[in-house]
């Protein structure tokens, strides 16, 4: 598959605020040289800890928030390459729609005082001139499609279960016909068996209308299930990017280690061994010099301590990229193996 999304050198950086305590305000960079290539049709998941910059990249590409630098362009249905954080008037209406973003909470993302027809059909009506007919069946096509009962849709959000309001949120998303969508932490605050549901039903749009997802979770079991590349964020950094297969049978960053030791077994009782890193979770407005996990990470050495590693290829090819020193030297993938094995 051809890229969809070219994300090129993308950095944000905000200033805090002064306080009475701090009189200065300081920069903070919230996404550091983020680049990769968002394939058509695929789901990439991009998982790290919080504050580890993963929403913020999702708005960013969602144009959501202003990048600080960097570009992100779309290639359009016909193969046309455009500038998607700065687009002209003429361009912002024919391709925003393009790009949609499903967020965690189906209980504060809807608005309560709007029926669901209105949220749904609300990006259509207040973007584009279409008739109210047409409105109409477009909304119970697409209510159609997610799951949601046609007839009930002059209700309010607060008459539907959690996984009925995240079917809503898909809706609306789609109301658009996008062809990439950001899911940011979207299953996150439903049951596993809603979860199920919701993620099924993730997968049968892509199937049946070749949707590319950008996958925001923290949930590395999810993950495994729907994604078909993992990228993992750490301080606004990219550490690592490879095929999920590849990620979860040779990680190659000890970072992806960690999270990886902590991925549950299915059955409760089973006990598995978690890496605990040691240490706090740097603080971003100060980050630690050279590789900024060396405070944390078990094998750093003094060349850690002093230069950032780039984001390469490994011996496991080209489409296996971390930034690690010894991301070849390291044998990672113990103990999530044996965790899986027990
Ligand atoms: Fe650890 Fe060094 Fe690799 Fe950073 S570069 S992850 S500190 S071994």
Known sequence: PEPILRVKDLNKEFKTKSTKLFSKSVPVKILKDISFDLLEGETLSVVGESGSGKTTLGRCVLNGLDATSGEVV????????????????????????????????????????????????????????VKKKEV???VADIAERVGLNPHLLKRYPHAFSGGQRQRIAIARALITQPRVIV????????DVSIQAQIINLLDDLQTEMGITYIF?????????????????????????????????????????EALLSSVPKPDPDVKTDRIILQGE?????????????????????ELCRTEIPELKETGQGKRHLSACHYADELELRGVWHANQAK
């Open 74 to 129: 779309y290639v359009t249905n016909d193969e046309k390459a455009v500038d998607y954080l700065n687009l002209g008037k003429a361009d912002y209406k024919k391709y925003r729609k393009d790009i949609q973003m499903i967020f965690q909470d189906p209980y504060s993302s809807l608005n309560p005082r709007m029926t669901v027809f209105d949220i749904i059909s609300e990006p259509l009506v207040t973007n584009y001139d």
């Open 136 to 138: 109409e069946e477009h």
């Open 183 to 190: 899911c940011d932490e979207a299953v996150s605050a439903l």
């Open 216 to 256: 925001i979770s923290h949930d590395l079991s999810v993950v495994q299930t729907i994604s078909d590349r993992v990228a993992v964020m750490h301080l606004g950094r990219i550490v690592e990017l490879a095929s999920v297969d590849s990620f979860f049978e040779n990680p190659k960053h000890p970072y992806s």
């Open 281 to 301: 979770v740097p603080n971003p407005g100060n980050p630690p010099s050279g590789c900024e996990f060396h405070p944390r990470c078990p094998y750093a050495t």
